[in-house]
């Protein structure tokens, strides 16, 4: 029968008894202050949802020194939760349920050695986990494995946070951080490799101390000494096994510490050696044969200018060689003849195509050149008019010979419809307008230089047939002059003069100026024979279609003592304007001679010719009504023949005022005219011709006269 007492809320009595050991039950359904000990050895309920133990030192015992558990048990509404004693390990417990020692979270044994079954968090803003007490002793956590024990923890001997094999700090370390500095201890001193493994997906690498060999190791893999990229022995050797690559904006390997020592790169070679590097006694950058710089120098950079030495001054070759897919070439120092040499293949001193001396004489092939090329001149020196010295041991005619030998006209561009090939091209081209430029192909000289020779020749074109066999050469020209432009153009070009060949002749102090000539062409036979040339000058219509005209076959625009001489010196000259003049007689043997008419005026009283003004050679004049008329000349020259013919439209007689043996007016009808109707008297529509010869400026000296009569 259960037995039950109730303490009232509305009542709060104070109950001061002792509850003694016969109630089973104690239940306490209201606010209840209880002022003494109070003991239960059944089952203590509380319906509120709090208790409050009061009191200077409050205590609530759970058990009563009975061999059995003891616990507190949290009934859930989904999980139950229990702390207590397990009496059966003598441990305070912690877990999930209500049965002490199943699905335990953590226990505390007698020594407070703290069990944890399960993860362990620790949350909140700056969640930490204490271990230690700041006391003189070792604090760690050891991880308890099936096989093999490790722990991690402060060695307060030593002062150092240890990760190591066991749970004894400071014994077989694998990973040891100090507390007076930030170095990180990685092994334990023993005889064995100590290696950082990177265990990745694909790939697996490794850093770490290779014990057998003692160098640090950095490989691939996971076993040290195996597949090793890079090395360092105890003399800070850095050995790499394979190939080094700098990335990044902008790489940079440097070498030394701006100590007063060597720093190098040595390429160790089976059965030669190579370095290079600083050599910091001479403040140089060698490329040298061995590893000491300094000896058999093969490459060196100065540091105090821009120069780069090749060579060790041995007595040695020393040479750049060219190894090319076909053709080898060098250029170098021949040592045995101290030349500077550029060549075929790579064995210096064969096949030579330039060499240069200790006298700066340069050959080209076999043959010496003494010249210095500066800016395109060809000089012996940098003065300004510097010039090509070519000395009295020079045994050739030419400073500079270039010949072609054509053998297959095949693949020779045309030009105008022929395989052209040209020893020489050069062409000056102006792409920018200015009126005040000048492009000029080619300037060459022949110079006296203050000496006296037999020819100076600025230039000397030929056309030359060589050979013996009956060959057709269709034309062969010396020299050629072709003015041409861009056919097709839709746009004028603006011309002042052009020509195909322009000689201008500028004189200077010369003791006969006569000498002096626009053009030379000088004819004769290379057996020595006669012969019978073509045309002196020769001006023909081009094969381009259309017909060309010529404004003036021959010009000659400037003031001549005579204009034209022929072979037997006779001249032809036009000295005076519309009049040309020959030193000896003018015979046609073959041909007419045609002359011009025009009017010389009217005849009324008188009519005075002015043969200054009279451009046709036959001069028509009329007669007016029957008026007697005057005719007259003046300006005449000496020497001149006068045709003229006159036409009466009258019976006025016409006289010659000043007729050559005449004192008086001569009158063409007189005795003097012959013909069949001479002398008959003057009438309408009668003509007369008369042919005379001027004696002076107003005189004529008639040498014919010709009269027909209208009857």
Same mark, same amino acid.
């Given at each position: 029968?259960?037995?039950?007492?109730?303490?009232?809320?509305?009542?709060?009595?104070?109950?001061?008894?002792?509850?003694?050991?016969?109630?089973?039950?104690?239940?306490?359904?209201?606010?209840?202050?209880?002022?003494?000990?109070?003991?239960?050895?059944?089952?203590?309920?509380?319906?509120?949802?709090?208790?409050?133990?009061?009191?200077?030192?409050?205590?609530?015992?759970?058990?009563?020194?009975?061999?059995?558990?003891?616990?507190?048990?949290?009934?859930?509404?989904?999980?139950?939760?229990?702390?207590?004693?397990?009496?059966?390990?003598?441990?305070?417990?912690?877990?999930?349920?209500?049965?002490?020692?199943?699905?335990?979270?953590?226990?505390?044994?007698?020594?407070?050695?703290?069990?944890?079954?399960?993860?362990?968090?620790?949350?909140?803003?700056?969640?930490?986990?204490?271990?230690?007490?700041?006391?003189?002793?070792?604090?760690?956590?050891?991880?308890d494995g099936n096989a093999v024990d490790f722990s991690f923890g402060l060695d307060d001997s030593?002062?150092?946070?240890?990760?190591?094999?066991?749970?004894?700090?400071?014994?077989?370390?694998?990973?040891?951080?100090?507390?007076?500095?930030?170095?990180?201890?990685?092994?334990?001193?023993?005889?064995?490799?100590?290696?950082?493994?990177?265990?990745?997906?694909?790939?697996?690498?490794?850093?770490?101390?290779?014990?057998?060999?003692?160098?640090?190791?950095?490989?691939?893999?996971?076993?040290?000494?195996?597949?090793?990229?890079?090395?360092?022995?105890?003399?800070?050797?850095?050995?790499?096994?394979?190939?080094?690559?700098?990335?990044?904006?902008?790489?940079?390997?440097?070498?030394?510490?701006?100590?007063?020592?060597?720093?190098?790169?040595?390429?160790?070679?089976?059965?030669?050696?190579?370095?290079?590097?600083?050599?910091?006694?001479?403040?140089?950058?060698?490329?040298?044969?061995?590893?000491?710089?300094?000896?058999?120098?093969?490459?060196?950079?100065?540091?105090?200018?821009?120069?780069?030495?090749?060579?060790?001054?041995?007595?040695?070759?020393?040479? !750049?060689?060219?190894?090319?897919?076909?053709?080898?070439?060098?250029?170098?120092?021949?040592?045995?003849?101290?030349?500077?040499?550029?060549?075929?293949?790579?064995?210096?001193?064969?096949?030579?195509?330039?060499?240069?001396?200790?006298?700066?004489?340069?050959?080209?092939?076999?043959?010496?050149?003494?010249?210095?090329?500066?800016?395109?001149?060809?000089?012996?020196?940098?003065?300004?008019?510097?010039?090509?010295?070519?000395?009295?041991?020079?045994?050739?005619?030419?400073?500079?010979?270039?010949?072609?030998?054509?053998?297959?006209?095949?693949?020779?561009?045309?030009?105008?419809?022929?395989?052209? !090939?040209?020893?020489?091209?050069?062409?000056?081209?102006?792409?920018?307008?200015?009126?005040?430029?000048?492009?000029?192909?080619?300037?060459?000289?022949?110079?006296?230089?203050?000496?006296?020779?037999?020819?100076?020749?600025?230039?000397?074109?030929?056309?030359?047939?060589?050979?013996?066999?009956?060959?057709?050469?269709?034309?062969?020209?010396?020299?050629?002059?072709?003015?041409?432009?861009?056919?097709?153009?839709?746009?004028?070009?603006?011309?002042?003069?052009?020509?195909?060949?322009?000689?201008?002749?500028?004189?200077?102090?010369?003791?006969?100026?006569?000498?002096?000539?626009?053009?030379?062409?000088?004819?004769?036979?290379?057996?020595?024979?006669?012969?019978?040339?073509?045309?002196?000058?020769?001006?023909?219509?081009?094969?381009?279609?259309?017909?060309?005209?010529?404004?003036?076959?021959?010009?000659?625009?400037?003031?001549?003592?005579?204009?034209?001489?022929?072979?037997?010196?006779?001249?032809?000259?036009?000295?005076?304007?519309?009049?040309?003049?020959?030193?000896?007689?003018?015979?046609?043997?073959?041909?007419?001679?045609?002359?011009?008419?025009?009017?010389?005026?009217?005849?009324?009283?008188?009519?005075?010719?002015?043969?200054?003004?009279?451009?046709?050679?036959?001069?028509?004049?009329?007669?007016?009504?029957?008026?007697?008329?005057?005719?007259?000349?003046?300006?005449?020259?000496?020497?001149?023949?006068?045709?003229?013919?006159?036409?009466?439209?009258?019976?006025?007689?016409?006289?010659?005022?000043?007729?050559?043996?005449?004192?008086?007016?001569?009158?063409?009808?007189?005795?003097?005219?012959?013909?069949?109707?001479?002398?008959?008297?003057?009438?309408?529509?009668?003509?007369?011709?008369?042919?005379?010869?001027?004696?002076?400026?107003?005189?004529?000296?008639?040498?014919?006269?010709?009269?027909?009569?209208?009857?």
């Amino acid at each position: 029968m259960k037995k039950m007492f109730k303490f009232s809320l509305i009542s709060q009595v104070v109950i001061g008894v002792f509850i003694t050991a016969f109630l089973t039950t104690a239940v306490v359904s209201a606010a209840t202050t209880i002022g003494t000990n109070m003991t239960t050895a059944g089952t203590l309920e509380v319906t509120g949802n709090t208790i409050t133990l009061g009191g200077t030192t409050p205590t609530m015992t759970v058990g009563d020194a009975g061999a059995e558990d003891a616990a507190i048990v949290y009934n859930g509404n989904a999980q139950d939760f229990y702390v207590g004693l397990d009496d059966t390990a003598d441990d305070l417990v912690f877990g999930l349920g209500s049965a002490l020692g199943t699905t335990q979270a953590m226990s505390i044994d007698e020594n407070l050695l703290v069990t944890m079954s399960a993860d362990a968090l620790l949350n909140g803003t700056t969640p930490a986990l204490t271990m230690g007490d700041a006391g003189a002793e070792d604090t760690q956590i050891n991880f308890d494995g099936n096989a093999v024990d490790f722990s991690f923890g402060l060695d307060d001997s030593a002062d150092k946070l240890v990760l190591g094999l066991g749970t004894t700090l400071g014994t077989t370390q694998r990973l040891t951080f100090n507390s007076a500095d930030l170095n990180i201890l990685v092994g334990d001193a023993t005889a064995a490799d100590v290696a950082f493994i990177y265990d990745g997906n694909a790939q697996d690498f490794y850093i770490g101390l290779d014990d057998t060999a003692d160098d640090l190791v950095f490989g691939l893999g996971s076993a040290l000494g195996t597949t090793q990229a890079m090395s360092i022995d105890e003399n800070l050797l850095v050995t790499m096994s394979a190939d080094a690559l700098l990335n990044g904006t902008t790489p940079a390997l440097t070498m030394g510490d701006a100590g007063e020592e060597d720093t190098q790169i040595n390429f160790d070679g089976a059965a030669q050696d190579f370095s290079f590097g600083l050599d910091d006694s001479a403040d140089k950058l060698v490329l040298g044969l061995g590893t000491t710089l300094g000896t058999t120098e093969r490459l060196t950079f100065n540091s105090v200018d821009l120069n780069i030495l090749v060579g060790d001054a041995t007595a040695a070759d020393v040479a !750049f060689i060219y190894d090319g897919n076909a053709q080898d070439f060098y250029a170098g120092l021949d040592d045995s003849a101290d030349d500077y040499v550029i060549g075929l293949g790579s064995a210096l001193g064969t096949t030579q195509a330039i060499g240069v001396d200790e006298n700066v004489d340069v050959s080209i092939g076999t043959n010496t050149m003494d010249a210095l090329i500066l800016k395109g001149r060809l000089a012996t020196s940098t003065a300004a008019g510097a010039a090509l010295a070519i000395d009295s041991t020079y045994t050739y005619a030419e400073g500079m010979e270039l010949r072609y030998a054509v053998s297959d006209f095949t693949n020779i561009p045309l030009i105008d419809a022929e395989e052209t !090939f040209k020893a020489g091209y050069l062409r000056a081209e102006s792409t920018v307008d200015d009126a005040s430029a000048v492009v000029m192909g080619l300037e060459s000289y022949g110079v006296a230089n203050a000496v006296g020779i037999s020819e100076a020749i600025g230039v000397r074109g030929q056309g030359y047939v060589k050979g013996d066999t009956a060959d057709t050469v269709s034309n062969v020209y010396a020299v050629q002059g072709w003015l041409s432009g861009d056919a097709g153009r839709t746009t004028a070009t603006t011309l002042v003069e052009a020509a195909g060949i322009n000689s201008r002749i500028v004189s200077w102090d010369v003791a006969d100026d006569t000498k002096i000539h626009g053009f030379v062409g000088t004819f004769g036979d290379m057996d020595g024979d006669s012969a019978t040339f073509g045309n002196g000058i020769l001006l023909q219509d081009g094969p381009e279609a259309g017909t060309s005209i010529l404004t003036a076959g021959l010009n000659i625009n400037m003031a001549a003592t005579n204009d034209i001489v022929l072979q037997n010196d006779d001249t032809i000259t036009n000295g005076a304007a519309g009049v040309i003049t020959f030193s000896t007689d003018i015979a046609s043997t073959d041909g007419r001679l045609i002359l011009g008419t025009e009017t010389g005026g009217t005849c009324s009283t008188g009519l005075a010719i002015d043969l200054s003004a009279v451009a046709k050679g036959v001069i028509t004049t009329i007669g007016e009504t029957n008026t007697a008329c005057a005719i007259s000349f003046t300006n005449g020259t000496a020497g001149e023949v006068v045709f003229l013919s006159h036409d009466y439209t009258g019976t006025g007689v016409v006289t010659f005022a000043d007729v050559t043996g005449f004192d008086a007016a001569w009158t063409p009808v007189g005795a003097t005219c012959s013909g069949i109707d001479a002398g008959v008297t003057a009438a309408n529509n009668d003509h007369f011709y008369l042919v005379g010869v001027m004696t002076s400026a107003t005189e004529i000296m008639i040498t014919g006269c010709q009269y027909f009569d209208a009857a």
